[in-house]
T-cell receptor
């Protein structure tokens, strides 16, 4: 079955540590996205990528970094500069960016601070 | 810029009650509109969509009509079930030429609880 796989489901970060969240899709989609979800605040866009080897900052990119070396993979690194990383992180993909098509979501990674 | 406003929850209903979750939007151009559903501990699933004025999206007994004159896309279901308990998100995509710069703009979500 085609879909988006996020791993791990739960992740714990120590102070001063960088952690990387994995996102893989086998939908052959060009565009991929990372969102952060906090209670009562809906979804906020961290980074997005329209095509391989290209990505743009979203609304809350500070303290995060991404790469897009392969079409199917879009990992997110939460750096030590992100002072409040505890949240639910969602990865999504779409056929293309800006084509008014829906996005497909993974099941998320919940990140907590130790 | 583009924005979505949906009614605040939580909404608590008894099984078989009628559901309405209000959603209004502000957008330049001609956006597509979506409803997503999120069950506890999971990601978002597309529930239904509409791409132009007067379109009606429907799925699993849920319906929403794209009303350009009132800039609304209210979600309705005639008879809810306990299994419908979830958080519902209204969203718009304005395309590359809209105010959302090609990205999805989400409302803050409405939590629905259905009691047996």
């Amino acid at each position: 079955d085609g879909g988006i796989t996020q791993s791990p489901k739960y992740l714990f970060r120590k102070e001063g540590q960088n952690v990387t969240l994995s996102c893989e899709q086998n939908l052959n989609h060009d565009a991929m996205y990372w969102y952060r979800q906090d209670p009562g605040q809906g979804l906020r866009l961290i980074y997005y990528s329209q095509i391989v080897n290209d990505f743009q900052k979203g609304d809350i990119a500070e303290g995060y970094s991404v790469s897009r070396e392969k079409k199917e993979s879009f990992p997110l690194t939460v750096t030590s500069a992100q002072k409040n990383p505890t949240a639910f992180y969602l990865c999504a993909s779409s056929v293309g960016h800006g084509d008014n098509q829906p996005q497909h979501f993974g099941d998320g990674t919940r990140l907590s601070i130790l | 810029g583009d924005s979505v406003t949906q009614m605040e929850g939580p909404v608590t209903l008894s099984e078989e009650a009628f559901l309405t979750i209000n959603c209004t939007y502000t957008a330049t151009g001609y956006p597509s509109l979506f409803w997503y559903v999120q069950y506890p501990g999971e990601g978002l699933q597309l529930l239904l969509k509409a791409t132009k004025a007067d379109d009606k999206g429907s799925n699993k007994g849920f319906e929403a009509t794209y009303r350009k004159e009132t800039t609304s896309f209210h979600l309705e279901k005639g008879s809810v079930q306990v299994s419908d308990s979830a958080v519902y998100f209204c969203a718009l995509s304005g395309g590359n030429y809209g105010g959302s710069q090609g990205n999805l703009i989400f409302g803050k979500g409405t939590k629905l609880s259905v009691k047996p």
